[in-house]
């Protein structure tokens, strides 16, 4: 919990409309269905030492908030010795329980971090991991009149789990722990044979998109409709799992024009509506430089940190127009690109990054630690060392449960943001963060997902796997150095400049890499870096930025924007104008001759 309340607009907006259901969107973009049920609102809540369900409830909680926030109406910290519990009633009408021809499906897009759902007395299912989506098929047990419960528990920064950025001991680069449901937890209705799962593979260069359909059991037809602006571009019927469609004229997707295609699928009964983008990203040399290729072409990845918290929502956004905002505004700055830092978000983030044209640089939840050593991920690194990732210790990596975990939640995330157009690159470790084993874990990420690049060690630790010589430098003047294997080259951090905004801080403790006391100062330092510092570079073969970063966050006063949102910090037209230069300086050096 933050030491000082401030709000977003839109979770604003939440307290003074307190029956508003919050994120109330279909929360699944690229498999719509119509018929659905949206639970997220006020639950019941407790929280108690004793994993017996408690005799009475505290009072209410704003679902899908976490505790710890400001919009959940709760305010109270979930320790890893708590269970943290939920109850809400809902009714359903005779045909939702009519098990005959159509079945009801209870999802939770998230929960941090172990959870038990009951329902009607019964339990129904676990599920562990605090950022993957989980479904029960709980049509046997409805009931005119429900009640629903859950228990949580969340270990926070325990060693075997993914936890990010959260820590009990938080502060400067940590942030305050997010426990329980913080994603929409809905109702859907389906026919008896349905489509559990859909993966969009754009085979660019074939002027193709492949389509591969899972099923909680065999079909028999299925019909496909795709449009382009409207028009028709393919009508028709398959019968297998696996569907080539071959596109009469390719539309590629680029952040400049970012061209989706709108589907409508019938499988048997089940009817619902999806989306893909035709690009293709991949790496290619332009004057004795490695760069990233999209759609064939060179692209500089020109972006920022993007952490996805919110200071009233936590981890859970308070709206969907909140989404669009923080990825809008970055657009409008001129930047294509977010790296998005150490966190999972709903779909519905992904969806809009993929219709405004922002690219996306999606790292894996770190875990391990807790404590990382602060010689192995401060220390060593400013001074040139790099380690070897199998001295597992050293890396807080002991546990070969956590390790095995990782791999599982690195299929998991792949799973799950597989079909997302705009994801360019995967980011398994971060400056040592829980890294182990990179050369072996790049090649099966590379077996799960070839369609994408991977920047394996971003920061520190780089054993030579990957696609990219990442660096990070915050604390000294950034200078190209050669990379023997010749990967693209991006500065994957740097920055973090911190300019405090009074009355829009949620801390009386302001960290930053570099501080400013004033606009005018933190501008001409920020233009002073990229102007000394980057396009030099850039003319040397740097293909790549990601500055820290899209806002503050708690005590971490280096955003562009507020906490709140309140406040932008720059100047639009001014860093616009610095980030074409910096595209069009690219764009010259590594054109086609």
């Not at 449009?227 to 680029?254: M, N």
């Not at 972006?303 to 918290?309: A, E, I, P, R, V």
């Not at 294509?336 to 044209?357: Q, V």
């Not at 073969?541 to 709140?564: H, I, K, P, R």
């Amino acid at each position: 919990m933050t030491s000082r309340t401030i709000t977003t607009p839109w979770g604003q907006q939440l307290l003074e409309n307190p029956e508003e259901i919050a994120l109330n969107d279909y929360p699944r973009p690229q498999l719509r269905r119509d018929n659905w049920r949206n639970l997220n609102g006020w639950w019941e809540y407790a929280i108690t030492k004793s994993d017996q369900q408690p005799a009475s409830f505290e009072g209410k909680i704003r679902v899908p908030f976490s505790p710890e926030t400001t919009l959940s109406g709760v305010g109270k910290m979930v320790g890893p010795a708590d269970f943290l519990w939920y109850r809400r009633h809902f009714s359903v009408n005779t045909k939702e329980t009519a098990p005959a021809n159509r079945r009801t499906l209870l999802h939770f897009g998230a929960v941090d971090q172990i959870c038990e759902v009951f329902l009607n007395g019964q339990s129904i299912g676990t599920h562990v991991g605090g950022y993957w989506p989980f479904e029960f098929d709980i049509t046997h047990q409805l009931q005119a009149d429900n009640e629903l419960i859950v228990k949580v528990q969340d270990f926070s920064d325990n060693p075997r789990y993914a936890y990010g950025k959260q820590k009990q001991k938080h502060g400067q680069i940590w942030y305050t722990p997010q426990s329980g449901i913080w994603q929409t937890v809905w109702l859907e209705q389906v026919p008896q044979t349905y489509v559990t799962q859909l993966q969009w593979c754009p085979q660019f260069d074939e002027g193709q998109i492949l389509l591969t359909l899972g099923t909680n059991q065999p079909f028999a037809k299925g019909t496909l409709l795709i449009t382009s602006q409207e028009q028709v571009v393919c009508q028709r019927e398959f019968s297998d799992t696996t569907v080539a469609i071959l596109l009469p004229q390719v539309h590629p997707w680029t952040p400049a024009d970012p061209h989706l295609y709108q589907v409508t699928l019938t499988v048997d009964e089940d009817r619902f509506t999806s989306y893909f983008g035709m690009r293709k990203f991949s790496i290619g040399k332009r004057n004795g430089v490695t760069v990233p290729l999209l759609n064939n072409q060179p692209v500089f990845f020109n972006g920022l940190l993007d952490q996805g918290y919110w200071s009233d929502g936590g981890y859970t956004p308070p709206s969907d127009e909140a989404l669009v905002y923080d990825i809008q505004q970055m657009k409008d700055l001129g930047f294509n690109l977010l790296r998005k830092h150490i966190k999972i978000e709903p779909l519905r983030w992904y969806y809009h990054c993929d219709r405004l044209g922002m690219l996306v640089w999606q790292d894996f939840v770190s875990g391990g630690g807790p404590d990382y050593h602060p010689l192995v991920i401060q220390v060593l690194p400013f001074i040139g060392v790099t380690l070897k990732d199998h001295h597992y210790r050293w890396f807080g990596r002991q546990l070969a449960a956590s390790r095995q975990q990782f791999r599982q939640e690195m299929h998991d995330t792949v799973k799950l943001l597989q079909n997302v157009t705009s994801l360019a690159v995967w980011v398994p470790f971060n400056e040592g963060w829980g890294q182990f084993d990179s050369l072996p874990v790049t090649a099966e990420l590379r077996q799960l997902d070839p369609t994408r690049l991977i920047d394996t060690a971003s920061g520190y630790h780089d054993q030579g796997a990957g696609d990219f010589h990442s660096a990070h430098v915050y604390f000294k003047k950034f200078r190209m150095k050669p990379d023997r294997k010749q990967r693209i080259q991006v500065l994957s951090e740097f920055g973090g400049y911190s300019l405090p905004v009074v009355g829009h801080m949620a801390s009386d403790k302001r960290f930053g890499y570099k501080k400013f006391p004033d606009q005018e100062r933190f501008l001409t330092a920020y233009l002073k870096l990229f102007t000394e510092e980057v396009l030099p570079a850039v003319s040397q073969g740097l293909a790549g930025t990601v500055y820290t970063q899209v806002s503050d966050v708690e005590d971490e006063l280096n955003g562009l924007m507020t906490f709140d949102r309140r406040v932008l910090k720059v100047d639009e037209n001014i860093l616009r104008k610095m980030n074409h230069t910096i595209a069009e300086t690219f764009q010259q050096l590594h054109k086609d001759n």
